[in-house]
């Protein structure tokens, strides 16, 4: 049974928050949602410019600035873009990623390098600028990263998803003790399965089966249930909550 969509507690009231890849129908549409619901000023970001302002229309109050988290450039701008409009930003959540499926023989390089220059290189390059400016602002702020429990567990096909989402594990442990002088946390979510239209579309019924038996709930989350965590992460309630990854699934190591 899916649980009944909670209303906001202002736990983000008046902080400013940066979503990247949050077009779409998934995880990072709903936590943009879920941190608007929560009192945030919200600046959405994402590489597909016409669907990010249909999605910026029908969240209503949001800035949107495209971004595609590969370019350095881009990310730099989608942070600037972010503090000339509000004059700070408090949360940065990196959301971009890429995966597909894909037996290791058959890989070429180019598809093991776009997913990882996406998912763990994107994620590296927003961090960084955030941090950045969080340390030009005198200190603090959050940063919450989407990884995955496949980055702890085997999956056929998964090779460069899988190193992918391990890797931002790695990121996050490593940057939150750099970050931690500045007083910025830095932290993640591991979803397994967040069950939304487009998902739906790219992976077969079989898969999906499989993947939904494992959960001890029988089914797959709901986008915002992932986004609840991220909030939470992003929150003051999290005050002492540094390079961890919180799985969002009954599948953890």
């Keep these: 049974m899916i649980p009944s969509y909670p209303p906001g507690h202002d736990l983000l009231t008046g902080k400013v928050v940066v979503v990247t890849a949050a077009a779409g129908t998934g995880i990072g549409s709903a936590v943009a949602k879920r941190c608007l619901e ?11 410019e016409r669907r990010l302002k249909e999605k910026a229309a029908e969240l209503g109050e949001v ?3 495209p971004c595609d988290v590969t370019q350095e450039d881009q990310v730099q701008a989608l942070i600037d873009g972010a503090v000339d409009h509000f004059g700070r930003i408090d949360v940065l959540i990196n959301n971009a990623g890429l995966g597909g499926t894909k037996s290791i023989i058959d890989m070429a390089d180019e598809e093991w390098s776009r997913v990882l220059d996406i998912t763990l290189t994107g994620t590296f390059r927003c961090t960084r600028a955030a941090l950045k400016q969080f340390v030009a602002q005198g200190g603090g702020g959050a940063i919450v990263n989407n990884a995955s429990v496949i980055g702890w567990r085997a999956q056929a096909g998964q090779a460069h998803y899988a190193a992918a989402k391990a890797g931002v594990m790695a990121l996050t442990r490593c940057s939150a003790l750099d970050a931690a002088e500045h007083g910025v946390r830095i932290n993640a979510v591991a979803p397994s399965l967040a069950m939304h239209p487009f998902l739906a579309k790219v992976t077969s019924d079989e898969l999906l089966e499989d993947l939904t038996k494992r959960e001890a709930f029988g089914r797959a989350a709901e986008p915002w249930e992932v986004a609840n965590v991220m909030v939470f992460l992003a929150s003051d309630y999290a005050s002492y909550l540094t390079g961890e990854v919180v799985s969002v699934s009954s599948q953890h190591p």
Aim: proline share 0%; glycine share 8%; hydrophobic share 50%.
């Design 38 to 48: 929560e009192g945030a000023h919200v600046v959405i970001s994402d590489w597909h």
């Design 63 to 65: 800035h949107a600035i």
